[in-house]
């Protein structure tokens, strides 16, 4: 087995491209540093000079707002220069190759690229052909892993709930597809939290799945049963193809979250959603606004926990 | 032209001969004695002399793949592994589904007087699965057998009507077992590898379902049937209840699966991308034990060259295959060694079993046999790096290892074809 690829020799973070296999005095390493940063977002001038001087490549072969954005403002706020690719529309629809594309922006001395990619595994591959002095975020890689959204639901988790290790969390829907899911499975088994469950019907749960270290629900009710973390998923139409799920009706009747579903869990449970939401397929308005809901924070915390690990990257 | 190969440890596994001895090949066959003088000599001292390879999947690219590996190149390849027989899958570009193309290759590799190389023609034109090649012209431009190569047969009657017409003959059909709607959109084991890197997975079901039709289909029709590429125990299951039952089945497995498992797509090197995928360690182990306990008939290279924009590709969009040929040799040792089989029984699974399943009189070096020998040192190191294959195709998941088994000399028809 190779070196850890996202380690330097001294086992320091040289690219963030997945949550496994992280040590947790790394992960709490960027969540501190993104405490830091929280001060900053909310002064009257919120920039620091961290990465003055430092290009930042927003490297998006898949269309994405909010994720592309909000590293837009961290690297802003670390006083960097962003220029923002939306792949998908030009050079790899005219047939360039993805190391092509990563050399050709190489040349053109880039420090951070903050790359999505349709493909599990994608950043991995850049990471192995970048020169050492560049280093790669990954900002989610076909259902693999969203290393940030992970860190971010980590940051919101602590924030809320302090100590890890007497948490029941419960991530809710298509697991299979999720990205999200696995990344936040890997940080919170790392950092103790002693029961991690997944809840939803068993074609939008991967072979397996247990091995991740989750107890598998398939009964809304009893997954959510004194759950002190609810981290909704959210549902894409294209799962009614391909004989997944009947109709999005059919999923809210079973797995979307509600008032009445959420009543049998911690009475200060809060509730999560990476975002974008679909009211009324995998959550109701009244949960998605209501006094569980720590959705709109998580997307503030976001800025800090990117802010926190491109800083990090960068200085190693 | 007469050869002496002298001194040698001489294994012949069709007969059992192990010992040291003197091997002698005259006008192009196997032979007691030599009748006058030896216009060469190898001295084989201290290294095995056995019958030269035979391997079953070998993809050498042509026509239609040019840029990831030609003739020239994959021959060389062959014979600087030990291989003098080939079988070659027809997934080239275009299929081999038409006499005038078989009939070219065949000449081609004639031409290059180095391994022998077997095509196995088309089972259904442009391999669509639709209608049946010309089996018998196509056998008469000589196919040893009928396949889909790793292309897959969705529609059941089809599969049907191409079994009960090549029994008709008694052509031979070679299948990679896989239920083609099952593995859509697959790329690995589904399990907990596939899950963990968020890979879109292929169930071992996609071909324990498959080789049941089959297995139905041979039961009505009676077709010689040889599935190509077994990869889950379960598989490996059905084929012994098969055998036990009498219908007229083998099959064989490639030798990378017998090694590996998921667990060594790592951080999704996709040297590590095959078809079929890498499953579990409980699977490659059934593989490991069925090819020593005969079950799966024999261990073949599954040799496919991609270049390396193939290859540089994240996980899923990476072309499948593995170069194989020289590796097979050093592998198959491998294997045996873990399995503690004499080293006859070893060679056996890639000299005069998939002789059998080809239906060649090579694979043994009885006199009248065709005088196909490979000389190798068992214990000779060979360290894989890209530098060290002859074939264009670089890419294999042993990249880096150490392996035992070099071969010194191959010879083909009495001609000394390598010497390494």
């Known amino acids: ?316 | 032209m007469n050869l002496h190969i002298k001194g040698g440890r001489v294994i012949d596994p069709a007969s059992g001969r192990d010992a040291v001895g003197d091997v002698f090949i005259s006008d192009g066959k196997m032979v007691e004695a030599l009748k006058g003088n030896a216009e060469k000599t190898i001295d084989a001292r201290g290294l095995v002399v056995c019958p030269g390879f035979i391997d079953l999947a070998a993809r050498l690219r042509e026509p239609g793949g040019e840029y990831k590996a030609t003739l020239e190149s994959e021959m060389d390849a062959a014979v600087s592994g030990g291989v003098t027989s080939l079988a070659c899958p027809p997934d080239t570009d275009p299929p081999l589904d038409e006499p005038g193309l078989v009939d070219m290759l065949r000449r081609r590799a004639k031409a290059l007087a180095r391994a022998r190389v077997y095509p196995v023609g088309a089972l259904t034109l442009k391999l669509k699965g639709e209608n049946l090649t010309e089996m018998s012209l196509l056998a008469e431009a000589g196919c040893v057998a009928f396949s889909q190569a790793n292309v897959p047969l969705a529609d059941n009657q089809v599969l049907w009507r191409a079994l009960q017409y090549a029994a008709t003959f008694g052509f031979p059909v070679w299948l990679h077992a896989e239920d083609a709607s099952l593995a859509r959109g697959g790329v690995a084991h589904d399990g907990e590898v596939a899950t963990r890197l968020g890979l879109p997975g292929i169930p071992p079901f996609a071909e324990t379902i498959a080789i049941c039709v089959i297995l139905e289909l041979v039961r009505a029709t009676r077709a010689r049937v040889h599935l190509c590429r077994l990869s889950t125990a379960g598989g490996v299951e059905l084929v012994r209840a098969a055998k036990r039952e009498g219908l007229p089945v083998s099959c064989d497995v490639g030798i990378h699966h017998v090694h590996l498992s998921d667990m060594d797509l790592g951080y999704f090197d996709s040297n590590c991308r095959l078809v079929p995928p890498l499953r579990s360690q409980r699977d490659r182990d059934a593989l490991a034990r069925g090819l020593a306990e005969g079950v799966v008939d024999c261990a073949c290279s599954d040799h496919t060259p991609v270049d390396e924009d193939g290859k540089h590709l994240p996980f899923a969009e990476a072309e499948p295959g593995a170069t194989g040929l020289e590796l097979l040799l050093p592998l198959t040792l491998k294997w045996g060694a873990a399995a503690k089989l004499p080293l006859a029984v070893t060679l056996a699974r890639i000299t005069s079993d998939p002789a059998r399943i080809l239906g060649v009189a090579s694979g043994r070096l009885a006199p009248g046999a065709p005088g196909d020998v490979a000389v190798f040192d068992p214990a000779a190191a060979l360290r894989v790096v890209p530098e060290a294959l002859n074939s264009q195709g670089k890419n294999t998941p042993f990249i880096g290892y150490e392996l035992a088994g070099r071969v010194r000399y191959t010879v083909v028809a009495g001609n000394v074809v390598y010497e390494g």
């Open chain 1, 1 to 316: 087995m190779q070196r850890n690829p996202q380690l330097n020799a001294n086992g320091e973070l040289q690219h963030l491209l997945s949550i496994e296999g992280l040590p947790r005095e790394l992960l709490l390493q960027i969540l501190d540093t993104a405490e830091s940063f929280v001060g900053v977002t909310e002064r009257e001038v919120k920039k620091v000079p961290l990465l003055r001087g430092k290009s930042v490549f927003n490297l998006f072969f898949e269309p994405s707002t909010r994720t592309r954005t909000t590293f837009e403002i961290a690297a802003k706020r670390l006083s960097a220069d962003v220029i923002n690719l939306n792949i998908a529309l030009s050079s790899q629809s005219k047939g360039e190759s993805l190391l092509d594309t990563v050399a050709n922006l190489s040349a053109m001395h880039a420090d951070i690229f903050v790359v999505r990619h349709n493909s599990s595994g994608a950043p991995f591959l850049i990471a192995r052909h970048v020169k050492p002095h560049e280093h790669v975020v990954n900002a989610g890689d076909g259902r693999h892993a969203h290393p940030t959204q992970g860190l971010l639901d980590l940051f919101t988790i602590r924030h809320y709930k302090k100590d890890f290790t007497r948490l029941t969390v419960a991530i809710v829907g298509d697991v299979l597809h999720s990205r999200v899911a696995r990344s936040l499975i890997h940080g919170l088994t790392t950092l103790g939290a002693p029961e991690v469950r997944v809840i939803g019907p068993q074609t939008l749960l991967p072979a397996g799945v247990e091995s991740l270290g989750v107890r598998v629900f398939h009964d809304m009710r009893s997954g959510l049963k004194d759950c002190d973390v609810v981290v909704m998923l959210r549902l894409q139409n294209e799962r009614m193809r391909g004989a997944l799920l009947p109709s999005a009706q059919e999923f809210f009747k079973n797995y979307g979250l509600t008032l009445d579903k959420l009543s049998v869990a911690k009475p200060e449970a809060i509730v999560m959603h990476p975002g974008p939401m679909n009211r009324g397929v995998e959550i109701d308005s009244s949960v998605a606004d209501g006094p569980h809901s720590v959705i709109l924070p998580q997307v503030t915390f976001g800025i800090a926990v990117r802010m926190a690990v491109m800083s990090i990257v960068a200085g190693n």
